[in-house]
């Protein structure tokens, strides 16, 4: 099987470095030959390494686990570590960097903090006073295993971002929350650890900027790597919220 | 000169580092955490399989403890970890899951009833008790004696990470991402924080503090295949190294992982055959109960990446066009299991191998996978050459693991040590005051900024990109599982060579800021330095102990070679580095080494085993009626902060 011919792919490619007076963003070619098996990380990494040591992009798991390296890759946003060169036929390969985020440079933008800023605003934490003063030598506090199958199923997110960059609304309202803010809400709404109400919830996202400023045109239930379900879980934010005030 | 103040400066965002900036500024002092990347990204977020703390409440489990425990994680060290250590950590394991439990994460919860699981093999029937209802679930591992790892469905680091990250989030902890620690500030044997490389604007920032920790992984891209994530390059061990002060400790110990898939090197859990699932030769042969007829595929990591090893060298591997590998078969778990469970597993099967493992055989072969090795630490997390220096986690050698770490102690380690040490950085905050000359400060900026422009003015020189790749293939082919004298030799002088080249790099992007290529040509020669101390470690030691294998030298000694390496860099103009022993005291071992129960025993007895044994015995003698907590006391006394003492409840069995 080694006497196939390798195709040679064409990688299209951003690059921008905002950091640099005077450079202007413009689209640049390379020629990977392409192996079995390969990935964009893998392809990526070629480039860097032996044909333009300036190429930004962000990889740290490599394995669809940590949610860094999403960029758009013809035209769909997705996790470039995990996306094989072989789904692309033409052999033509067209990556930007994830719109909605500020620009590092090339392929690299700055989720980090869009994904802090989120924590804080849901405040994304178990909201129990007593939970600091829990006797760590007795048995921890019970949970039905289905809840808990249930909590883990809304967290297993990855704060990849692909989601906010395929949301019309977030193009359109740089505040709307978004759906990796919903799911995260929705995570400690089913936890009976964490003691919020109903109204402390509405607080968050009770308004256009949280769950009724979405338009249900639900880029993030289509372009989500971990398929989370983001389309029940704002339905049920939208009817907990309504039936809730 | 742009200067940072903090109390406690903490180098690294992932599970034990969090946990140590977490413990400080609860008890009130100011906390920084560095990181490349975002916390949550960190590669604790890819132990998939779970943690091990013995609360012994599955059917599977009863019986468990903390002794179970430390019986277990002292005879996969092979007798090379440090009992003191391992004690403080089996017995405060059950509190850190249950804090974390308490912070957030979802562990799997045992059902009452009836149950189908695979054991050897065989589907079984086992029937959770009532009581046991609602209480944190375990599964099984390798070398260990109980089902003992709670975890998460296959997300256990996932879940342990975004609730320790929520944690120091809702404590305000600042996260400075993007920032690289490239050189500690040090004056007079202390530690005093360190020279950072912010990575978008490529400015230095002196980070000056108190207590600085390092807590930034393993050093698992030295191998040119590994399951470890790309930033996983030890350059925070690499920056303790260079002070010529610390210490790194067993840097040769460095752990395979049975079960990688091939070609790249991304891990399926030791879930996999902790759930059930069989390794199978190309005749679809199951061989481990040839080799290991006890514990078969669960034996220890080392033994079972060495049997495979032995197994494929017969020509029992596949063959495939890189290179052979052998077959992991999961699919007599079924289809609700995979797809639930290990579902981490399914989609890296679906994406990355487009295979179906609920119907198809997965190609794995063993790859390097754990640093037991690290900073070279005492029980409290500091340094035993730097004062002022902590680390934790796998950048640390503290040493729970001695020379080979069991599957699901490692995030129990990041937490528990974290859990520990944070109390000691934060007493050390207590008790130091912040002293420092500018002047220091200043000569440690100076010296990275004076490296730095020297890379960008250099004209003609070397590419680290390829210097890079020469050492991963040197580490991968002559200091891989099976080691001899004539390939370590080898790979200490090509080491000898990189090291040499590596004071010359040049660059083809010669701009200041973000920039990739810098970014290596900063780490390459760190990474070289940190090969060499595991190549020189390991062709010195000349036994055979845990995933340090001579073929040359297969028994372990523990006449001879009971002792810790200790590597240190002093002369920045040699290329090796010089190594120390460090014993370790039999007299005051809570288990004397004996036979960990793999293959025929062969060890070479030290003279005191038999010594301690019988003095064992006599306190036994001379203490009768006393429990087993008593016994430990009385044995092996272990210091822990007042707040994580106390002993353990277990479901039906008490605090007993």
Request: hydrophobic fraction near 35%.
């Amino acid at each position: 099987m080694n006497n196939e011919q390798n195709r040679t792919l064409i990688f299209e490619i951003l690059r921008y470095n905002p950091l640099i007076k005077g450079d202007t963003p413009k689209m640049e070619k390379y020629q990977v030959t392409e192996a079995p098996g390969m990935t964009i990380f893998i392809a990526l990494n070629e480039i860097r390494e032996e044909q333009d040591p300036s190429i930004q992009f962000d990889f740290v798991c490599r394995a669809g686990i940590c949610g860094s390296c999403g960029m758009i890759i013809n035209g769909e946003p997705k996790l470039a570590c995990r996306t094989l060169t072989a789904n692309y036929p033409k052999g033509v390969i067209t990556l930007l960097p994830l719109p909605g985020f500020e620009l590092i440079g090339d392929l690299s933008v700055d989720t980090g903090k869009v994904m802090r800023q989120m924590s804080e605003r849901v405040e994304s934490w178990i909201h129990d006073q007593e939970a600091e003063d829990v006797d760590l030598t007795r048995l921890e506090e019970r949970m039905e295993p289905e809840i808990a199958d249930e909590i883990y199923e809304l967290e297993r997110c990855v704060e990849c971002g692909l989601c906010l960059s395929a949301c019309a609304t977030k193009r359109m309202r740089d505040d709307f929350l978004g759906a990796v803010g919903f799911m995260r809400l929705a995570r400690y709404a089913v936890d009976p650890r964490d003691k919020r109400t109903g109204e402390e919830f509405y607080e968050i996202i009770g308004d256009d900027d949280g769950v009724f400023g979405c338009m249900t045109l639900l880029g993030c239930e289509d372009y989500c790597p971990k398929d989370l379900p983001h389309q029940t879980q704002i339905a049920y934010l939208r009817r907990k919220m309504a039936l809730g005030k | 000169m742009k200067v940072i103040y903090t109390d406690s400066l903490v180098i690294g965002g992932g599970l034990a580092g969090l946990r140590v900036a977490i413990a400080a500024k609860q008890r009130g002092y100011d906390t920084i955490v560095l990181s490349l990347i975002p916390a949550k990204r960190s590669h604790s977020a890819a132990a998939q399989g779970g943690m091990q703390a013995s609360l012994g409440a599955s059917v599977k489990g009863v019986g468990d403890d903390e002794d179970v425990h430390f019986g277990d994680t002292v005879r996969g060290s092979d007798w090379g970890c440090d009992q003191d250590v391992a004690r403080a950590f089996v017995n405060t394991a059950p509190k850190a899951i249950r804090q974390l439990a308490a912070w957030g994460v979802p562990w799997s919860r045992v059902q009452r009833g009836d149950r189908q699981v695979v054991i050897n093999g065989e589907k079984v029937t086992i029937t959770e008790s009532d009581e046991a209802h609602g209480l944190i679930n375990s599964r099984d591992f390798g070398g260990t004696k109980k089902w003992r790892t709670c975890y998460t469905s296959d997300g256990t680091g996932h879940t342990m990470l975004y609730a320790m990250d929520n944690k120091a989030i809702k404590l305000k902890i600042p996260v400075h991402e993007r920032k690289e620690a490239v050189a500690l500030i040090h004056e007079d044997g202390v530690c005093k924080g360190a020279i950072v490389r912010e990575l978008i604007t490529g400015q230095l920032i002196a980070y000056v503090a108190k207590a600085t920790t390092i807590a930034t992984g393993g050093y698992g891209r030295l191998y040119s295949v590994t399951t470890n994530a790309v930033i996983s390059e030890g350059i925070g061990t690499a920056i303790a190294l260079e002070t010529g002060l610390a210490p790194l400790g067993n840097m040769e110990a460095v752990q395979f992982h049975p079960t990688a898939i091939v070609p790249v090197g991304i891990l399926t859990t030791e879930g996999c055959r902790g759930d059930g699932g069989l390794l199978l030769d190309k005749d679809g042969y199951r061989f481990m109960p040839d080799y290991e007829p006890d514990k078969k595929e669960l034996a220890s990591r080392d033994v079972v990446s060495r049997r495979m090893i032995e197994h494929m060298r017969k020509g029992k591997g596949v063959p495939s066009r890189y290179g052979d590998h052998l077959w992991l078969d999961i699919t007599l778990l079924g289809e609700k299991h995979i797809r639930k469970n290990l579902r981490e597993v399914d989609e890296i099967c679906q994406y990355f191998l487009g295979i179906d493992p609920v119907k198809e055989y997965i190609p794995v072969r063993p790859t390097q996978h754990y640093s037991m090795g690290g900073v070279k630490t005492n029980f409290k997390g500091e340094s035993i050459g730097l004062k002022g220096l902590f680390s934790v986690g796998e950048a640390a050698c503290w040493d729970m693991h001695g020379f080979n770490r069991l599957g699901g102690n490692s995030v129990a380690e990041t937490v528990v040590a974290g859990m520990l040490v944070g109390e000691y950085v934060a007493d050390y905050c207590a008790d130091t005051p912040l002293k420092i000359d500018t002047k220091t400060i200043d000569s440690f900026l100076e010296q990275e900024r004076v490296k730095i422009s020297d890379l960008l003015n250099r004209e003609r020189g070397e590419n680290p990109f390829k210097l890079k790749k020469e050492m991963q293939k040197i580490m991968m082919d002559k200091v891989g599982i099976f080691r001899n004298h004539d390939d370590l030799t080898k790979a200490v002088e090509e080491l000898k060579v990189l090291n040499k080249k590596a004071k010359n790099i040049a660059l083809r992007n010669r701009i200041s800021s973000s920039n990739p290529e810098l970014v290596e040509a900063i780490r390459v020669p760190k990474m070289i330095k940190l090969a060499q101390c595991v190549a020189y470690g390991a062709l010195l030691r000349k036994e055979s102990r845990g995933a340090h294998s001579r073929e040359d030298f297969p028994q372990r000694d523990d006449k001879n070679w009971l002792k810790r390496t200790l590597a240190y860099w002093k002369d920045e103009n040699t290329d090796l580095p010089e190594i120390e022993y460090e014993p370790l005291d039999i007299m005051k071992m809570e288990m004397p080494p004996a036979s960990r129960g793999y293959g025929d025993d062969q060890t070479i007895a030290h003279p005191d085993t038999e010594k301690r044994e019988k003095e064992i015995e006599q306190i036994l003698k001379d203490n009768p009626g006393i429990d087993r907590i008593q016994t430990q006391e009385l044995i092996n006394p272990v210091e822990v902060p007042e707040r994580y003492q106390g002993k353990n409840e277990r479901v039906g069995r008490g605090f007993k």
